[in-house]
């Protein structure tokens, strides 16, 4: 089922309704500012396992964590030192993932070797519904492995609907996949070039 939300300023029942959506480890497509993304809350697992399935992912591989701002962002990693903060507020909120050492806040399943991506895109939806639940969603592109991109929601609705509880249409996303930064060890390395510039 697709649920049509407002691109700038998405409604306020239909947010509180993809909330009590999650809170029940339901998994929901939605767009980002590069990407439709497949999101749950970080911390239900049992959705977490559920988009690993469908994806056919390697567990041991982690998603993302998408979240609404920095304050957000702070508390899934570890202390940032002065020139890696400075760093940060030049790409977020952008299309950015960014490896950092995981904190304690952390679940084990979504960590690689106690580092964790993370995401804050520059989306008004993904802003006001991760805000609204207080903690972070997961984020991992709705496109499956070995298959042509679905960045519709209709696309993803036909393609893989029936494994969802619900596809969010609030605008369309740029199409490309977020640039991925390793920010965890002694000097910055772009992982993947994206959506967002490199070197800033």
Same mark, same amino acid.
């Given at each position: 089922?697709?649920?049509?939300? +407002?691109?700038?300023?998405?409604?306020? #029942?239909?947010?509180?309704?993809?909330?009590?959506?999650?809170?029940?480890?339901?998994?929901?497509?939605?767009?980002?500012?590069?990407?439709?993304?497949?999101? %749950?809350?970080?911390?239900?697992? @049992?959705?977490?396992? +559920? *988009? &690993?399935?469908? @994806?056919? #992912?390697?567990?041991?591989?982690?998603?993302?964590?998408?979240?609404?701002?920095?304050?957000?962002?702070?508390?899934?990693?570890? +202390?940032?030192?002065?020139?890696?903060? $400075? /760093?940060?507020?030049?790409?977020?909120?952008?299309?950015?993932?960014?490896?950092?050492?995981?904190? #304690?806040?952390?679940?084990?399943? /979504? &960590?690689?070797? &106690?580092?964790?991506?993370? $995401? *804050?895109?520059?989306?008004?939806?993904?802003? !006001?519904?991760?805000?609204?639940?207080?903690?972070? *969603?997961?984020?991992?592109?709705?496109?499956?492995?070995? &298959?042509?991109?679905?960045?519709?929601?209709?696309? *993803?609705?036909?393609?893989?609907? +029936? !494994?969802?509880?619900?596809?969010?249409? %609030?605008?369309?996303?740029?199409?490309?996949?977020?640039?991925?930064?390793?920010?965890?060890?002694?000097?910055?390395? /772009?992982?993947?070039?994206?959506?967002?510039?490199?070197?800033?």
């Amino acid at each position: 089922m697709i649920l049509t939300l +407002h691109p700038e300023t998405p409604q306020a #029942r239909h947010l509180e309704r993809i909330a009590e959506l999650l809170r029940r480890d339901g998994v929901i497509a939605y767009p980002t500012d590069t990407l439709f993304g497949l999101g %749950c809350l970080a911390s239900r697992k @049992k959705a977490v396992d +559920h *988009i &690993q399935l469908l @994806k056919g #992912r390697d567990p041991k591989k982690p998603m993302s964590i998408l979240c609404s701002d920095m304050e957000m962002f702070c508390r899934y990693t570890r +202390h940032l030192d002065t020139p890696t903060f $400075r /760093l940060l507020k030049q790409m977020l909120p952008g299309p950015y993932t960014v490896l950092l050492p995981a904190s #304690r806040e952390v679940p084990r399943y /979504l &960590q690689n070797k &106690q580092v964790v991506g993370l $995401r *804050i895109p520059d989306q008004p939806f993904c802003h !006001a519904l991760v805000s609204l639940l207080g903690e972070p *969603i997961i984020t991992t592109s709705a496109t499956l492995p070995d &298959q042509p991109m679905l960045n519709t929601s209709w696309e *993803i609705e036909e393609e893989l609907g +029936h !494994a969802l509880d619900l596809v969010v249409d %609030c605008g369309q996303p740029l199409g490309v996949p977020s640039t991925i930064v390793d920010l965890s060890g002694d000097e910055p390395l /772009l992982v993947r070039e994206g959506a967002g510039p490199w070197p800033l």
